[in-house]
């Protein structure tokens, strides 16, 4: 007995340092990456006065308004900067940890298998960038981990009040981001899987199932309006479904890294792979069916959501790696029975192809943080700033990233939206507007990120160089300045 209270407090310890290596791996290079637009927009959305960010509720096409809600009074408390904003997601990447393994225990992976597990969430380099990204997307893959965590628990004891919880914790996904509302079929082919072993929990998962129907009725009216609207179109280019999976194995196994050989994944995959094919579960509290159900729960978890998403997108193309990102708990959670697969055939060979997934997250992760990858609007603007005279004015290009300079900048920053040539422009069209917006001005920023987004043509660019003579210019991190002193008769708003 004492020899098995001794293993339970050396288990537990070992639980303890992953989670501490998961913060501290998080929290080194935190704010090493410049703010993107999204990561402006969550601060001024969750800024928002009180009537408009009730009001967003019920808006059509808004995404994840309760995190904007959950996250206002930290920000209020912490303040608006990159730390503070970062911070919070930082918190629930870290808490995904530990849910992981928890959760891979309960499915009936072995105890050596579930620290594996611990350790490739903790090191993984996409689930470190997410959880140094202000968005909801660390938030989301949390607490998917807790919605399935608690359907577990409430199929393995029952009990009506651990289904009160997985209903509150699933509705609470919905309002944080609206994929995660594929978590309603995902669970029920989980029931189904689990059919007739656990037949006797159907009236308490059938409560949850219609409590469900309810909170997300208001979303269901406005997402099928757009989804059936001709006007709908949010910018995806449409996906096919092999390309859908080899992006998201890109992702999950290599996060930001750029891949030049497949070699780089072949760890992970083997282990995948073993744990589907290979892997058993011994499921703590009620069976799940049979031993390898639990495999197919996971194997579920990862594919369904997939395509699910792609028959949406045979519609209306909505696929980014980062709307599934809550499927990757799923993939290291197979990784880690494949470890325990492999090892009981040889111990060495798991070994190795463990150190070389881990090897492979910690090389990707230091790129990640060494490397700038977002939109360089921090460095832009300061450069920018210091040379900036008081009569220049500034034009963004998609005028969109107004939002991020002026973070870094300031509000009271000169700027002015270029025309928009994107709907078929003509270049006389553009000349007429932008004589009319310069007129008076000496010199112009062109601060150009996304363009291709609202001048494909590069016209309002065209203009500048025949308008004005290019004093210098600077290439950040997807982002170009270019500074133009513009020739006095169209300073002066004059016709040649």
Avoid at 375 to 397: L, N, T, Y
Avoid at 429 to 452: C, F, I, K, N, P
Avoid at 466 to 477: A, K, Y
């Amino acid at each position: 007995m004492i020899q098995s209270l001794s293993q339970g407090r050396a288990r537990r310890a070992i639980l303890l340092i992953i989670v501490w290596l998961a913060f501290a791996w998080r929290a080194w290079g935190l704010t090493s990456q410049s703010l993107w637009r999204d990561e402006v927009d969550v601060i001024r959305f969750a800024t928002r006065p009180w009537p408009e960010m009730l009001a967003v509720f019920r808006r059509p096409g808004e995404n994840g308004p309760l995190f904007y809600l959950l996250l206002r009074p930290w920000l209020a408390v912490a303040g608006q900067s990159e730390y503070a904003l970062r911070y919070a997601a930082l918190w629930a990447g870290v808490i995904a940890v530990p849910l992981a393994v928890i959760l891979a225990r309960r499915l009936g992976a072995s105890r050596p298998a579930s620290l594996a597990v611990g350790l490739f969430m903790a090191t993984n380099p996409y689930l470190t960038w997410y959880s140094q990204d202000g968005k909801m997307y660390a938030l989301i893959t949390t607490l998917a981990l807790a919605s399935s965590l608690t359907f577990v628990f409430a199929l393995q004891k029952g009990h009506l009040w651990r289904w009160g919880l997985y209903w509150l914790i699933t509705t609470i996904c919905f309002y944080i981001h609206v994929m995660a509302v594929l978590l309603i079929p995902l669970h029920a082919l989980w029931f189904l899987v689990a059919w007739p072993r656990e037949r006797r929990r159907w009236w308490g998962y059938g409560l949850a199932l219609a409590g469900l129907v309810l909170p997300y009725l208001p979303l269901v009216k406005w997402q099928y309006r757009l989804l059936t609207a001709r006007w709908f179109h949010p910018g995806f280019p449409f996906i096919p479904l092999d390309q859908m999976f080899v992006v998201l194995l890109l992702a999950l196994v290599r996060g930001f890294y750029p891949v030049s050989s497949a070699w780089s994944l072949m760890p992970a995959v083997f282990l995948t792979l073993a744990g589907l094919w290979m892997g058993e579960c011994r499921p703590i509290g009620a069976w799940i069916g049979h031993r390898r159900g639990p495999v197919l729960w996971l194997g579920l978890w990862f594919t369904f959501p997939v395509f699910a998403l792609f028959a949406i997108s045979l519609r209306v193309p909505l696929f980014t790696d980062r709307y599934l990102i809550w499927i990757t708990p799923a993939f290291w959670i197979l990784a880690g029975l494949g470890v325990s697969a492999v090892a009981s055939y040889s111990r060495w060979i798991a070994l190795a192809v463990f150190g070389c997934v881990i090897a492979f997250n910690l090389q990707a992760t230091g790129y990640q943080t060494q490397v700038p990858i977002k939109s360089d609007f921090r460095q832009a603007a300061a450069w920018m700033e210091a040379q900036r005279q008081p009569d220049d004015v500034i034009m963004p290009i998609m005028p969109y990233i107004r939002h991020t300079y002026a973070y870094y900048a300031g509000d009271d920053v000169p700027i002015v939206e270029p025309p928009y040539t994107n709907a078929g422009a003509t270049p006389e069209e553009v000349d007429e507007a932008m004589r009319r917006l310069l007129s008076g001005r000496a010199g112009v920023w062109l601060v150009a990120s996304e363009e291709e987004a609202w001048d494909r043509r590069k016209l309002v660019r065209a203009w500048l160089e025949d308008h004005g003579q290019l004093v210098t210019q600077r290439q950040f991190t997807r982002v170009e300045v270019l500074y133009y002193h513009l020739k006095p008769p169209t300073g002066m708003g004059d016709k040649p």
